[in-house]
Each structure stands twice: as C-alpha cells, then as structure tokens.
C-alpha cells in the first residue's frame, strides 16, 4: 500500500494516558520503526497522552469535540489539522470517538486502529468485560484497517493471551495491552514498507516469511502471571 523509504508521517488520536502512543514513540527512537508522529491530536484537554508529546517534542493539538455544532464540524477540522501535518496514516490509539464515513473517507484504508479484543468477536466499548462475562479462555488485541463500521475493517494482525479463572477486568485488561505494545508498532511497520495490500475483507502481507518475529504468533499460554 505504500513504496519509498522516507519516514511515515503519523497522525495519532487519542482521548487518554496514551500508551500505545509511547510505544509508538519508543519504537520510532529505537530504529524499529520508519515514521514521524506529525501530530498527536485530542479531544479531551486533559489527556496525558498530550504531555507525552510535548515531553518527545511532538506537536500536539486538542480539538474538543463538544465546542463544534456538529460532529461533521468537528471531523473537519481533524482532518483540516492533519492534512496541514501532511499525515499519510491516522493512528488510533483510545481515541473515544467513533468516526463517521465523512472522515474515514478522507483517509481511504489510511486509519488503522487497534482493539482490545480477538475481532470480530466482542467488537465495541469494554471488550475485556464481554469476554469474561462469555467465559472464553483465549483474549487477544487486533489491529485493522478502518471502515465506516465500528470494529469491523480489514484485519492486520492479532495476538493472543490467556484468561484465567481469577481473571478480572483490569487483570485481563493489563495482560493484553502489554501485547498492543509490542502489536502496533510492528503493525505500522508493515504500512511503512509497503507491505500491506487490503483484498475484500482481508489483508495481505507481503513476503510474510519476513514479518517481525511473534507478530502473527499465539504467546506461550502458560506465560508468568
């Protein structure tokens, strides 16, 4: 989906703490990621994850979605925002807006996100919740592609983790963001070097032998706790 090596200009969205951003950030300091963060934006003034742009030097903006008289308003000015940056890819990273075809639109199979939860099961808000409450015994992140459904795009990459019987929420929550951490970044990875192309409802990886080892991989089911 994209040729060239100059660094990949990000756009990221967030609502809160913002640690997928900081891993994104780490990656990018790192060497493992080609990509510039262009623009961190928010809706929320409060949101940390403002704080870790500013610490890395990374322009930010807030965009309060209540200060707009629609949210079509309010998605234009996102986009305006971002287009200005020079954005090729808009991140979501707990983002708490859903986005409406106006927006998406604007950014054709160029707005990944990612997702608490093995999608398409236990789309929406409280995925951890929803599988507990199911009693299933395999949780998991999901990156994908954005469509103008909610959780319902084009997978990238999924990673798995174990649920245990003593499991809460917050437990189960912790267990599978340190897997978007390591998940995301490498998802992006695959965008900068071109090597994703959407076929229907699925993604293709280019010269898969060389994807980021673990990316695709089942971690150890029986991982310290």
């Known amino acids: 989906m994209r040729a060239g090596q100059t660094p990949l200009p990000l756009g990221v969205l967030i609502s809160g703490g913002g640690t997928n951003l900081q891993a994104m950030i780490d990656a990018i300091a790192d060497g493992q990621l080609a990509a510039e963060i262009r623009l961190v934006v928010s809706n929320r003034s409060d949101a940390y994850g403002l704080s870790r742009a500013e610490q890395h030097g990374i322009p930010s903006a807030v965009l309060p979605h209540g200060g707009y008289p629609s949210r079509q308003a309010f998605e234009a000015a996102l986009i305006r925002a971002l287009h200005e940056r020079g954005v090729e890819l808009v991140v979501l990273a707990g983002f708490m807006r859903l986005l409406s075809p106006f927006f998406i639109r604007a950014f054709p199979q160029r707005i990944m996100n990612i997702h608490p939860g093995l999608l398409p099961a236990f789309p929406g808000l409280h995925a951890q919740r929803q599988a507990l409450e ?5 949780a998991g992140a999901t990156v994908h592609f954005v469509d103008e459904e909610m959780d319902h795009g ?15 929420e917050d437990s189960l929550s912790a267990r599978i963001l340190a897997q978007e951490h390591r998940l995301y970044p490498q998802a992006l990875r695959l965008f900068a070097e071109g090597r994703l192309e959407v076929r229907g409802r699925s993604v293709l990886i280019h010269d898969e032998a060389h994807v980021p080892d673990g990316l695709l991989a ?8």
């Open 134 to 138: 199911r009693g299933v015994r395999i």
């Open 154 to 168: 084009p997978i990238i990459c999924q990673a798995a983790v174990p649920v245990y019987p003593d499991d809460t």
């Open 218 to 225: 089942v971690p150890e089911l029986k991982a310290e706790r």
